[in-house]
């Protein structure tokens, strides 16, 4: 069964015609990581809030788990299997100590008190902030109040997270922590993640890359294969990662380099192998 199943779904914020979300089809397996690219206003948020019921398709339906968003089970009860980040940390945090702020999402579920504080251990031990447990999160930094709304997610051991330029707001530190996190929740515990960035080097590292542009699907596919349709790409207004339009542009002249560069380390290999031989 797809984690994420959305079959032929519209969307429209003032029920005409007017799709911001328009006949999307996408299908998500457990434990992918698929990063969503697309320029300002593309529908990237709107379809993350459609898989965090916060809002219904217009038409077509989306199964989350194997529960229908508009059928009968409990907004709440699919927001336990699929939580959602936001860009602003500042906006998700609720109480005025860390650990209490872990366990907001986990009082409502009716879980006894002695589970919740193991729950709420683990998870943050899972985003490496357990030290912080008694601190009052406004003294964090950015990065670490992000984990600790992530660790909020994560103790309800959701299948998916949804995460909406969670990075986006954070400097280059906070955004390293963020990522290496989730990337490690993703393989270590299996957990489906939604990546929705405007950084080419974040989407660079995901297993598979949706684009959207007027809220189509434009493109979808492994990284490399995306990242190589350097004129697609720039058709909707998005950036390549430098190594892959290094290597689209050197290609265009004729240098007979490999498929796939997207990183330096990938263009040292493929330069040292053509230099050395
Ligand atoms: N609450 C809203 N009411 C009306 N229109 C909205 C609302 N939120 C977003 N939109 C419009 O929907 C389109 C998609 O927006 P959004 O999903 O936020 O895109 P992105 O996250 O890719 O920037 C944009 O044209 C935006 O102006
Ligand atoms: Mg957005």
Redesign the pocket.
Known sequence: MPIIDMQNISFS?DQEENF?VDNVDLYVNKGEFVAVL?H????????AKLMNVLYTPTKGKILICGMDTKGDVEAWEIRKHAGMIFQNPDNQIVATVVQEDVAFGLENTGVPTDEMKILVKDALKDVNMLEFAKSAPHLLSGGQKQRIAIAGVIAMMPDVLICDEATAMLDPIGRKEIINTVRKLNKEKGITVIWITHFMEEAAMADRVVV?SEGKIFLDGKPSEVFSKVDKIKEVGLDIPPMAELAYNLKSNNVQLGDNILTVDEMFKELSKLLCQ
């Open positions: 914020y911001v697309g300002n206003g593309s529908g990237k948020s709107t379809l959207l």
